[in-house]
């Protein structure tokens, strides 16, 4: 779970880095200097230049020991070429490194100045980015790939044409109140509940069930004082819900350092949700009892020995330890959970931590005030395997939707709808045939006789796996409504696509906004913009739930011009729209992808990095309302577009 959790706040880190761009004048704080000389048509010099660190060793260009580049340049657009190699200048040395198989390298330990021709066909925009990654070291260590994200002014360039902050677009004061005030307070409790349901489920596993009689008879039997005794597992359960409270403090300090988008980026980002693809897979072969999941010995046997300490202290690193050592069946649970809810921000992981530290921690406290009800608990056995196996088929169907994201945000075409569903079909086949003992895994017992519990389990996921399989074809029955959002959009990417006869829902226009605006001028009717992505689970629910409403579609197709905009589409602009945007608070952020535009879009005009979101506005540009958020009541969501819409008719008078 920790390093879960480190792991993404590294990758928040990151993240954060690479939204910032130094222009000329920032990057001299770091030490680089950069400028432009136009040489030719479309051809420019670029100067990088910098005074050094004292006691540190600047790796010159145009070397590669050890079959390392020490210096790279990169564009974010393939019409932009690099002639030839650096041509460097300053006091350089060179030396046989131990760390490159004692191969020769040069070095700069002061002022140097490096140059290179770029070339760059069609249009030359007035600002080009573009990132120098470079070695530094001393001694025995070195530090590689530093990257420099720069933008540098280009003479005769001209000028983007994109527009992020439009000045008409008053979201605070729309000409009329119907909308929604935020998301927040509709989300969080539903998330906490979420995590008190998954810290339940995490009770029942032999990590954690186990624990609470040997830990209540420790309370209890240890202190000549009942009393004392209730109040040292009450203290007990509430140190373990602030460990998993403190868990997601990172993710407020980082929040309140970077781009309001990053935690949509988490989700959204193809390569981190193949990493959870991978982690997912790991924790399901760890719940099948091929392996275990643990955090250093060295960190368990420190925790274990503080807890010997005196009353408070001993209590803290008792729950603690628990953490600890419970990891291997907590970790992929609160790990599923966290993953789950990335997106919308610091605020709710820690109401999805809350509700898991609740429901762990409380048993303890509630056991040690009646102590009677532990002869009502039933005995460890073979059926929290079970439970840890059963988790890991459900940790299986999560990482293919893991997988599904990437492949989404990306297009790559790899699981279409029915792929997916036909994933999750076998692997509810395979839990049904574990649940009757057709399929072992390790430390699992022969099933001799079907318990209570082992019957429920067998009827749940064979009702479910049954409902899955109408969604393998292209029927009218294919829909698949408990799930939606989940699965890839079936009007979009289907393996039927060339069938359009269940393309029924109403399909807006794309990223287009400037032509949205154009034929809402011309038609004379509201602009309604979805703000959307391609791995929004509850912008799917939106479309193929409500929209589907006949009242909702006929409102949408007859009444706007939609225009859906993809916060997380990957693909570029055309250079000239590339550009450096200063958000409302003062960053430097780079434009590159349309994903980039879009989002960018959303914050700085309406507020908001959740999707789905909803406005209506005028061809002009101006707020006919508040905005509407995810919103699963399709009555709610017909009263608010017949609010827009009445707005738009009242304000034309």
Same mark, same amino acid.
């Given at each position: 779970?920790?390093?879960?959790?480190?792991?993404?706040?590294?990758?928040? *880190?990151?993240?954060?880095?690479?939204?910032?761009?130094?222009?000329?004048?920032?990057?001299?704080?770091?030490?680089?200097?950069?400028?432009?000389?136009?040489?030719?048509?479309?051809?420019?010099?670029?100067?990088?230049?910098?005074?050094?660190?004292?006691?540190?060793?600047?790796?010159?260009?145009?070397?590669?020991?050890?079959?390392?580049?020490?210096?790279?340049?990169?564009?974010?657009?393939?019409?932009?070429?690099?002639?030839?190699?650096?041509?460097?200048?300053?006091?350089?040395?060179?030396?046989?490194?131990?760390?490159?198989?004692?191969?020769?390298?040069?070095?700069?330990?002061?002022?140097?100045?490096?140059?290179?021709? &770029?070339?760059?066909?069609?249009?030359?925009?007035?600002?080009?980015?573009?990132?120098?990654?470079?070695?530094?070291?001393?001694?025995?260590?070195?530090?590689?790939?530093?990257?420099?994200?720069?933008?540098?002014?280009?003479?005769?360039?001209?000028?983007?044409? *994109?527009?992020?902050?439009?000045?008409? &677009?008053?979201?605070?004061?729309?000409?009329?109140?119907?909308?929604?005030?935020?998301?927040?307070?509709?989300?969080?409790?539903?998330?906490?509940?979420?995590?008190?349901?998954?810290?339940?489920?995490?009770?029942?596993?032999?990590?954690?069930?186990?624990?609470?009689?040997?830990?209540?008879?420790?309370?209890?039997?240890?202190?000549?004082?009942?009393?004392?005794?209730? *109040?040292?597992?009450?203290?007990?359960?509430?140190?373990?819900?602030?460990?998993?409270?403190?868990?997601?403090?990172?993710?407020?300090?980082?929040?309140?350092? &970077?781009?309001?988008?990053?935690?949509?980026?988490?989700?959204?980002?193809?390569?981190?949700?193949?990493?959870?693809?991978?982690?997912?897979?790991?924790?399901?072969?760890?719940?099948?009892?091929?392996?275990?999941?643990?955090?250093?010995?060295?960190?368990?046997?420190?925790?274990?020995?503080?807890?010997?300490?005196?009353?408070?202290?001993?209590?803290?690193?008792?729950?603690?330890?628990?953490?600890?050592?419970?990891?291997?069946?907590?970790?992929?649970?609160?790990?599923?959970?966290?993953?789950?809810?990335?997106?919308?921000?610091?605020?709710?992981?820690?109401?999805?931590?809350?509700?898991?530290?609740?429901?762990?921690?409380?048993?303890?406290?509630?056991?040690?005030?009646?102590?009677?009800?532990?002869?009502?608990?039933?005995?460890?056995?073979?059926?929290?395997?079970?439970?840890?196996?059963?988790?890991?088929?459900?940790?299986?169907?999560?990482?293919?939707?893991?997988?599904?994201?990437?492949?989404?945000?990306?297009?790559?075409?790899?699981?279409?709808?029915?792929?997916?569903?036909?994933?999750?079909?076998?692997?509810?086949?395979?839990?049904?045939?574990?649940?009757?003992?057709?399929?072992?895994?390790?430390?699992?017992?022969?099933?001799?006789?079907?318990?209570?519990?082992?019957?429920?389990?067998?009827?749940?996921?064979?009702?479910?796996?049954?409902?899955?399989?109408?969604?393998?074809?292209?029927?009218?029955?294919?829909?698949?409504?408990?799930?939606?959002?989940?699965?890839?959009?079936?009007?979009?990417?289907?393996?039927?696509?060339?069938?359009?006869?269940?393309?029924?829902?109403?399909?807006?226009?794309?990223?287009?906004?400037?032509?949205?605006?154009?034929?809402?001028?011309?038609?004379?009717?509201?602009?309604?913009?979805?703000?959307?992505?391609?791995?929004?689970?509850?912008?799917?629910?939106?479309?193929?739930?409500?929209?589907?409403?006949?009242?909702?579609?006929?409102?949408?197709?007859?009444?706007?011009?939609?225009?859906?905009?993809?916060?997380?589409?990957?693909?570029?602009?055309?250079?000239?729209?590339? *550009?450096?945007?200063?958000?409302?608070?003062?960053?430097?952020?780079?434009?590159?992808?349309?994903?980039?535009?879009?989002?960018?879009?959303?914050?700085?005009?309406?507020?908001?990095?959740?999707?789905?979101?909803?406005?209506?506005?005028?061809?002009?540009?101006?707020?006919?309302?508040?905005?509407?958020?995810?919103?699963?009541?399709?009555?709610?969501?017909?009263?608010?577009?017949?609010?827009?819409?009445?707005?738009?008719?009242?304000?034309?008078?």
């Amino acid at each position: 779970m920790l390093r879960l959790i480190i792991s993404i706040s590294i990758f928040v *880190t990151a993240l954060s880095f690479s939204g910032k761009i130094f222009s000329q004048d920032t990057v001299s704080v770091y030490g680089w200097k950069i400028s432009s000389n136009k040489i030719g048509e479309g051809k420019y010099e670029l100067i990088f230049s910098t005074r050094g660190v004292k006691g540190w060793q600047l790796y010159a260009p145009n070397q590669e020991p050890g079959g390392v580049k020490t210096v790279e340049l990169s564009f974010p657009d393939s019409s932009i070429t690099i002639e030839g190699k650096f041509a460097d200048a300053g006091e350089s040395k060179s030396f046989s490194s131990s760390i490159f198989d004692n191969a020769t390298v040069k070095v700069y330990e002061g002022r140097t100045e490096w140059k290179t021709v &770029i070339e760059i066909k069609g249009t030359v925009p007035a600002h080009l980015q573009g990132k120098l990654t470079y070695f530094y070291g001393k001694a025995n260590e070195y530090y590689p790939d530093l990257p420099l994200i720069f933008n540098v002014a280009l003479e005769g360039g001209v000028v983007s044409t *994109t527009e992020i902050k439009i000045a008409s &677009i008053d979201i605070n004061n729309p000409v009329s109140p119907c909308g929604d005030e935020g998301t927040m307070n509709k989300s969080i409790l539903g998330i906490f509940l979420l995590g008190l349901l998954g810290g339940l489920i995490a009770l029942l596993t032999p990590c954690v069930f186990p624990m609470i009689p040997v830990t209540v008879s420790f309370f209890t039997k240890k202190s000549y004082d009942r009393k004392k005794g209730i *109040t040292n597992a009450v203290l007990y359960g509430l140190f373990i819900f602030i460990i998993y409270i403190a868990i997601t403090i990172p993710f407020h300090v980082a929040n309140s350092a &970077i781009s309001p988008e990053i935690f949509n980026n988490i989700s959204t980002n193809v390569w981190l949700n193949l990493l959870f693809f991978v982690i997912f897979v790991v924790f399901a072969f760890s719940f099948f009892g091929y392996f275990e999941i643990g955090l250093p010995a060295g960190l368990a046997n420190m925790m274990d020995s503080k807890s010997g300490l005196g009353n408070m202290g001993g209590i803290f690193f008792m729950a603690g330890t628990l953490a600890i050592v419970s990891f291997s069946c907590t970790g992929p649970i609160l790990g599923t959970l966290l993953v789950s809810v990335a997106d919308q921000g610091a605020w709710p992981l820690t109401a999805g931590a809350a509700g898991f530290g609740i429901a762990l921690g409380l048993p303890f406290a509630l056991f040690a005030m009646f102590p009677n009800w532990l002869h009502s608990l039933p005995k460890s056995g073979g059926w929290m395997t079970t439970v840890k196996v059963v988790l890991g088929f459900i940790e299986l169907a999560l990482a293919v939707k893991f997988l599904s994201n990437a492949d989404l945000v990306k297009q790559w075409g790899l699981l279409k709808r029915e792929v997916f569903i036909g994933l999750w079909v076998i692997i509810g086949l395979l839990t049904v045939l574990y649940l009757f003992g057709k399929i072992k895994f390790p430390h699992t017992l022969k099933v001799t006789r079907f318990s209570f519990f082992r019957i429920i389990f067998i009827i749940l996921f064979s009702a479910f796996t049954i409902y899955l399989l109408p969604g393998l074809s292209n029927s009218q029955w294919a829909d698949l409504r408990l799930i939606s959002g989940f699965p890839p959009p079936r009007a979009t990417y289907s393996i039927y696509s060339s069938d359009k006869s269940h393309k029924n829902i109403f399909e807006p226009l794309q990223n287009d906004y400037k032509r949205a605006l154009a034929i809402a001028k011309k038609e004379n009717k509201p602009v309604l913009i979805d703000f959307t992505g391609w791995a929004c689970v509850n912008c799917r629910r939106m479309e193929e739930k409500v929209w589907r409403n006949v009242v909702v579609d006929s409102l949408m197709r007859h009444e706007f011009v939609v225009v859906s905009l993809y916060v997380d589409e990957r693909r570029k602009l055309p250079l000239i729209e590339q *550009t450096i945007f200063r958000t409302f608070s003062g960053q430097e952020k780079s434009i590159v992808t349309v994903g980039d535009k879009w989002a960018t879009f959303q914050t700085e005009n309406f507020g908001a990095t959740s999707q789905p979101q909803y406005a209506i506005i005028t061809a002009d540009e101006k707020v006919l309302t508040k905005t509407k958020f995810y919103t699963p009541d399709a009555d709610e969501f017909i009263e608010w577009l017949r609010c827009g819409l009445d707005t738009f008719r009242k304000n034309n008078k």
